[in-house]
C-alpha cells in the first residue's frame, strides 16, 4: 500500500514538473509577444499622430498662456471630464429654474475647465446675451450683458479656440440678431450703444467726400506702427506730445501759464484729465474734438462765467502744430485697441480687405461686425478638415445678411450722448452701393458650396440659396429704380434680365411676372413694397430722397411731385388696418424721415455747391435749423474745393433762430415729430 502511495506521489510529481516547465515556456513566449506587440505599437504612436494631425483630430491641451486658475483646472485628469458632466447637468437645473446669476457663475467656471471646447463659449455668452439680459431693468443694465456675451466670445473664447467656426458664427449671429434686428424692445439703445462706443475709437466721422478716402483713413491706421511704446520713444514729437498730454498739478499749470491766480489754477487742475495713449485719448478725442457738434456739451455755467471743461487739454490737441502728430498717435493707438485681445481682438488687415472689397464700412454698425465675424471665420477656418457643415453655412448666410442690411441701413445717422449712450439719437439710411456686392456674394458663395451639386446651374446662386438671392434683387430693383440716376437704373435693369433668365418656373420657362415691360414690372412691386417695415421705410425715404435731387437741378415739379408721393404712401401704409402696426412697426414721422434724407444728401459728395444751394433753399425752416451745424462743414469744404472757394454762407445761409435752437434742440425735433413738412416757399424760388 505504501509503494503504491509512493509511486502516484512520484508520478504527480513528475507531472507536476512538466506542467511548469511547460508554463514558463508559455510565461516566455507570452512575454516575448507582449514586448513585440508593445515594440511595435510605439513604432505606430508617430505615424498614427500623423494621422490624426492630418485629419485635425487633435486638439490643443497644452497649457502654455492659460491664466493660472484656468490652468490649474485643465490638470484635473479623469476628474475633470466628470466635473464637466456634473456641471452641464446643474446648468441645466439652473436654467429651468431661472437662476441665471448661479447659471452665470457656473458657466464660468465651465469655461475654465474646458476652455477649449467650443460649446462652453456659446453656451456661457447665449446665456448673457440673452437669458439674463431681458431679465433687467433698464436699457443700460440690458446693454451691458449683451456686450458681456459679445467680449466672452470675441475676448476669451476665440483666444483659446481660433479656428472655431461655431464661435465666428454665433458671434456673428449676435451682432446681426440681437443688436440689429428689432425683436429685442431695446434694439434701438443697443444699436445707439454700439455706435457710441465705435465712434470713440474711430473718432467722430471725417469730412469725406469720396469713398476711397473712408477706405484710405483705414488705411492709415493699418499701416501705423504697432509697436506703440517703441514707436513713442523713438519719435520726438510724438514723445513730447504724450509727455505734455500728462495731468498736470497746480504748480505746473501756474509754470504753463503764469497769469493764473491761485483759484483759477486749483478750478483748472481739478478740470485735468488724464490722457494716455490708449482708449482714454480716443474717448477724448472723439466727445470734445468735434468739428460740428454744439458748444453748449463743451461748457458749463459757472458763477455767470463760461469755462470750458479740459480747456488745457483741448488747446494743446486742437493746436495746428500738433496736428499731424495727433493724428499718427491716433493712428498708432487705434491700431493698438481694434488689434487688442482684451479689447477687440480684430485683424484690422482684413478690415482693410473688407473696405477694399465692399467700400467704407462704418463700424458703427452691426451690420459690419456681423459681416466681419462671419467672413473672417469662414476666411480662417477653411483648412479646417472636420468643421461643421451647419455652422458653415450659417456663417455664409450671415455674410449674405449682413450685405443685405447694409443696403437697407447703410448709412448712420448719430446725434452721440456721450454721458448716455443707449439715448443717443441714431437712425439708418438705405445705401445702394451695398446690392452689387451683395449679389456677387450669393454668386461667389453659391458655387463655392453648391458647385458640386447636380442641380446647380451656372451664373446662379445654387439651389439653397437660388430664393434667398432672387427675392434679394426683386427687392433691390425697386430700391435703385427709387434711388434715381441712370446708373441706378441700368443697374436695376441687368438684375430684371438677369431674373428673367434664370428665374424659371418648373418647366423651365420664363415665370409670368417678368413677361411684361421693364416698367410695368417696377410699377407692380411699389405695392409689394409696403408689406414690411424695412420696405416700407425704403420705399419712402427713396422719394424722399428723389424730391432733394430733383430740386438740386432745379425741376420744382417733379420734386413736389415726388414729394407727395412719399407723403401718399406714408398715410397708405399707416391705414393699414390689417396688419398690426404696433410702435416697432410704426415708420418714423415723416418730418423726422426728411430731415434725416436732407443731411444725408447735404453730405453726398456727388453733388455740387450750387446744387446744395438750391435744396436749401427748398428745405423747410425746422428742417434747415436741425441740420445746419451737422452738414455746414461738408458744404464748406466742398466750397473750398472749388477754385476760387465759393462763399459757404451764400450757399446754405444760417437759418434764423439757430441761437435758440441750439438752446433747446429738442423742441425742434418735436416740432418736426409733428409737422407736417412741405416744401418750402423757397422752393418756387429754385429755377431762378
Not at 319 to 344: F, H, I, Q, T, W
Request: charged residues 30%; hydrophobic residues 35%; proline residues 5%.
Amino acid at each position: 500500500m505504501a509503494q503504491v502511495n509512493q509511486s502516484k506521489m512520484e508520478a504527480y510529481l513528475a507531472g507536476r514538473s512538466s506542467a511548469m516547465r511547460g508554463d514558463r515556456w508559455v510565461r516566455l513566449v507570452a512575454g516575448t509577444l507582449s514586448i513585440l506587440c508593445l515594440a511595435c505599437s510605439m513604432m505606430l504612436v508617430r505615424p498614427i499622430n500623423d494621422i490624426r494631425r492630418d485629419e485635425q483630430m487633435t486638439m490643443d491641451v497644452t497649457v502654455e498662456g492659460l491664466p493660472p486658475d484656468i490652468a490649474l483646472l485643465t490638470k484635473l485628469g479623469t476628474l475633470r471630464a466628470l466635473a464637466i458632466d456634473v456641471a452641464f447637468i446643474r446648468l441645466e437645473e439652473l436654467k429651468e429654474e431661472n437662476r441665471f446669476f448661479e447659471l452665470m457663475q457656473l458657466s464660468n467656471w465651465l469655461c475654465k475647465l474646458a476652455p477649449r471646447y467650443p460649446t462652453v463659449w456659446v453656451y456661457s455668452a447665449w446665456n448673457m446675451a440673452y437669458n439674463i439680459s431681458v431679465c433687467q431693468y433698464g436699457d443700460e443694465a440690458r446693454w451691458l450683458w449683451v456686450s458681456n456675451g459679445i467680449r466672452n466670445l470675441r475676448n476669451k473664447g476665440l483666444v483659446y479656440n481660433p479656428k472655431s467656426i461655431t464661435l465666428y458664427k454665433e458671434l456673428a449671429w449676435i451682432f446681426n440678431h440681437k443688436i440689429g434686428d428689432k425683436l429685442d424692445d431695446s434694439h434701438m439703445a443697443y444699436k445707439a450703444e454700439l455706435a457710441v462706443e465705435m465712434e470713440r475709437v474711430f473718432g467722430e466721422p471725417p469730412l469725406v467726400m469720396e469713398d476711397d478716402q473712408a477706405v484710405q483713413r483705414f488705411r492709415e491706421i493699418v499701416e501705423a506702427p504697432r509697436d506703440l511704446n517703441k514707436w513713442i520713444e523713438e519719435t520726438p514729437a510724438i514723445k513730447r506730445l504724450v509727455e505734455q498730454m500728462k495731468r498736470k498739478s497746480e504748480d505746473e499749470l501756474r509754470e504753463l501759464n503764469p497769469d493764473l491766480t491761485g483759484e483759477e489754477a486749483k478750478k483748472a487742475a481739478n478740470d485735468e484729465v488724464v490722457l494716455d495713449p490708449d482708449i482714454t485719448l480716443l474717448s477724448f478725442v472723439a466727445e470734445y474734438l468735434r468739428t460740428y457738434s454744439n458748444l453748449e456739451q463743451f461748457v458749463v455755467a459757472d458763477d455767470g462765467d463760461v469755462i470750458v471743461h479740459h480747456e488745457r487739454q483741448r488747446k494743446l490737441l486742437s493746436d495746428p502744430a500738433n496736428a499731424e502728430s495727433l493724428k499718427a498717435l491716433c493712428a498708432a493707438v487705434r491700431s493698438g485697441v481694434l488689434r487688442d485681445p482684451d479689447m477687440y481682438n480684430m485683424n484690422i488687415d482684413y478690415m482693410l480687405s473688407l473696405m477694399e472689397e465692399y467700400g467704407p464700412l462704418d463700424w458703427r454698425s452691426p451690420y459690419s461686425h456681423c459681416l466681419y465675424w462671419s467672413s473672417y471665420g469662414d476666411k480662417v477656418t477653411t483648412d479646417v478638415k472636420n468643421r461643421d457643415p451647419a455652422d458653415t453655412m450659417n456663417a455664409v448666410r450671415f455674410i449674405f445678411f449682413a450685405l443685405d442690411q447694409l443696403s437697407l441701413k447703410g448709412k448712420i445717422v448719430l446725434e452721440p450722448d456721450f454721458d448716455e449712450p443707449g439715448k443717443s439719437y441714431i437712425d439708418y439710411q438705405p445705401d445702394a452701393r451695398f446690392i452689387r456686392h451683395m449679389h456677387e456674394a450669393y454668386l461667389k458663395y453659391g458655387k463655392e458650396q453648391f458647385g458640386d451639386d447636380p442641380d446647380f446651374v451656372e451664373g446662379t446662386a445654387g439651389p439653397n440659396y437660388s430664393t434667398g438671392h432672387e427675392n434679394f434683387l426683386m427687392r433691390s430693383i425697386r430700391q435703385l429704380y427709387l434711388t434715381g440716376g441712370k446708373k441706378n437704373f441700368d443697374e436695376a435693369k441687368e438684375y430684371y434680365f438677369y431674373l428673367r433668365k434664370y428665374d424659371l418656373d418648373e418647366d423651365g420657362h420664363t415665370k409670368p411676372r417678368y413677361n411684361t415691360t421693364f416698367k410695368a414690372f417696377i410699377e407692380r412691386q411699389f405695392k409689394e413694397a409696403l408689406d414690411t417695415q424695412a420696405g416700407a421705410t425704403v420705399f419712402i425715404q427713396s422719394f424722399l430722397l428723389r424730391s432733394l435731387k430733383e430740386a438740386a437741378v432745379g425741376d420744382v415739379e417733379r420734386s413736389l411731385n415726388s414729394f407727395a408721393t412719399a407723403k401718399e404712401w406714408y398715410e397708405y401704409y399707416h391705414s393699414d388696418t390689417k396688419t398690426d402696426r404696433n410702435n416697432r412697426r410704426n415708420l418714423q414721422k415723416l418730418g423726422v424721415m426728411r430731415r434725416d434724407i436732407a443731411k444725408v444728401f447735404m453730405e453726398l459728395p456727388d453733388y455740387t455747391a450750387q446744387d446744395k444751394a438750391r435744396v436749401w433753399k427748398s428745405l423747410d425752416l425746422l428742417t434747415r435749423r436741425a441740420i445746419y451745424d451737422d452738414v455746414r462743414p461738408f458744404v464748406e469744404y466742398q466750397c473750398n474745393l472749388h477754385q476760387p472757394p465759393f462763399d459757404v454762407n451764400k450757399v446754405m445761409p444760417t437759418p434764423p433762430g439757430m441761437e435758440e435752437y441750439r438752446k433747446n434742440p429738442e423742441a425742434t425735433l418735436d416740432e418736426l415729430r409733428y409737422f407736417d413738412p412741405t416744401v418750402s416757399q423757397g422752393t418756387k424760388q429754385v429755377s431762378e
